[in-house]
């Protein structure tokens, strides 16, 4: 999955708990993203950093925290204000945000709340 | 509304045959398109990556056309493998003035039977 990792790849919560997502990545790659994936849907930007210190939120940005205070670590928190949180979640990264850099994905985590 | 259809939503076919997938995409302005292969419960791996002058592009077994007038590709799939069975996801970026957002289709799920 080119150098990005994400943990854990299924998690369970229950309704109202706050649950942080990890996403690391080796590749020196300085613009990383999250993204949503449900059934039918093609994936969605949650949010995403160019560099270190500087995020902007995406479509679908209610409902979820970044941060991004180290070049290899993009977390993302799903708090309890998301109104449907169970989905695949999607970290990838780039060398750059220019549009012809590859964005390469990690395995991906399975987020089920109940 | 910047979109991206495929078509069709799933096929099956017999190992060794070819098969062709569609996409269709209102996006505009117009930067790049994408294929990627999406194997169950795993990240997105990139096929090809065509820019507005090319209007095919091959990697193994794996053709991608484009047609930036009528906005519209294919990725045909040559000799069909067990392997191939996975989601085909097509991939337009809205280029520098929508800050190179990735507009992502719903995905061809494909399976490969013997």
């Known amino acids: 999955d080119g150098g990005i990792t994400q943990s854990p790849k299924y998690l369970f919560r229950k309704e109202g708990q706050n649950v942080t997502l990890s996403c690391e990545q080796n590749l020196n790659h300085d613009a990383m993203y999250w993204y949503r994936q449900d059934p039918g849907q093609g994936l969605r930007l949650i949010y995403y950093?160019?560099?270190?210190?500087?995020?902007q939120k995406g479509d679908i940005a209610e409902g979820y925290s970044v941060s991004r205070e180290k070049k290899e670590s993009f977390p993302l928190t799903v708090t309890s204000a998301q109104k449907n949180p169970t989905a695949f979640y999607l970290c990838?990264?780039?060398?750059?945000?220019?549009?012809?850099?590859?964005?390469?994905f990690g395995p991906g985590t399975r987020l089920t709340v109940t | 509304k910047n979109q991206v259809e495929q078509s069709p939503q799933s096929l099956i076919i017999l190992e060794g045959k070819n098969c062709t997938l569609q996409c269709n995409y209102t996006v505009s302005p117009f930067s790049n398109l994408r294929w990627y292969k999406q194997d169950t419960g795993r990240g997105p791996v990139s096929l090809t990556i065509?820019?507005?002058?090319?209007n095919t592009k091959s990697n193994g077994r794996y053709t991608a056309t484009l047609d930036a007038d009528t906005k519209q590709s294919s990725l045909h799939i040559t000799a069909s493998q067990l392997s191939d069975s996975a989601s085909y996801i097509c991939v337009v970026s809205a280029g520098r003035e929508y800050g190179n957002k990735l507009v992502f289709g719903a995905g061809t799920i494909l399976r490969v039977k013997s």
């Open positions: 065509m820019t507005f002058s090319e």
């Open positions: 990838a990264s780039s060398i750059t945000s220019g549009s012809l850099n590859e964005q390469y």
């Open positions: 950093s160019q560099i270190v210190n500087d995020f």
